[in-house]
């Protein structure tokens, strides 16, 4: 149902500023309805103290609001362009999360230093290209989301593994199974890019993470034969 979505999105949108991932009006949540052909997403600028549920704003595939007075976030057709190219996904965030976003301004991925990484992802979370002007003034957003995938196709990088990406000189767009998962993914990816920068602060020449102990964290937590936690 309609209501239960928007109801999942603007909790995801709430878990974004309570783990401190999108201060002031600097981060969005989305999800996707894919049999209706909707996405329901964040109202554009409004503070999160001040959202409900009924706020959330569905939007079709070509980004236009079909049920709410409010305009729909401005990254909307990024989160579109994510749900068209990814199969998989039911939510996608956006956030300026500090450290995160210290990488994305500083055009670097975040490396796989250690297992809490490997838990997460499967090797590092990337950095896209910067845009070009053309890009930036001629739809923006939309060419975001289609740097975004295209980064991932040309590098086949599966985005079930690497769930989360760092848009050069911008910030952080992750996604996961639906809205509440990609806000915790988002969550994670920002946490691992506090240990990274610590990390390689400490370490300067510090090496990414062994294959087979990626190999191991990653599939025991994510793999064919996955054993970690209690499973069904």
């Not at 503070?47 to 729909?72: C, I, K, Q, R």
């Not at 939309?142 to 740097?147: A, C, D, F, L, S």
């Not at 506090?194 to 990626?214: C, G, H, W």
Request: hydrophobic share 35%; with cysteine; net charge negative.
């Amino acid at each position: 149902m309609l209501e239960e979505l928007k109801k999942e999105v603007y909790k995801a949108n709430i878990m974004l500023t309570e783990y401190g991932l999108a201060p002031f009006t600097w981060g969005n949540a989305s999800g996707v309805d894919r049999e209706r052909g909707i996405v329901v997403i964040k109202p554009s600028g409004v503070p999160y103290p001040e959202l409900t549920w009924e706020m959330m704003v569905t939007v079709d595939f070509d980004g236009n609001a079909v049920d709410s007075e409010y305009n729909p976030s401005s990254d909307t057709l990024s989160h579109i362009e994510f749900y068209k190219a990814f199969p998989d996904i039911g939510g996608a965030v956006h956030t300026h999360s500090k450290n995160a976003t210290a990488f994305a301004q500083a055009g670097r991925p975040i490396p796989a230093l250690g297992t809490t990484h490997a838990d997460f992802a499967y090797g590092e979370i990337p950095c896209t290209r910067s845009l070009t002007e053309d890009e930036i003034n001629g739809g923006y957003e939309k060419n975001t989301g289609v740097v975004i995938v295209n980064h991932f196709k040309d590098n086949s990088i599966d985005p079930n593994a690497v769930p989360g990406v760092l848009v050069h000189s911008h910030g952080v767009f992750a996604w996961g199974k639906n809205p509440v998962k990609a806000a915790e993914n988002a969550a994670v990816l920002e946490t691992v890019a506090d240990m990274a920068l610590k990390t390689i602060m400490l370490n300067p020449s510090v090496n990414s993470i062994d294959k087979f102990l990626l190999d191991k964290h990653y599939n025991r937590k994510h793999g064919k034969n996955a054993y970690y936690g209690q499973g069904k």
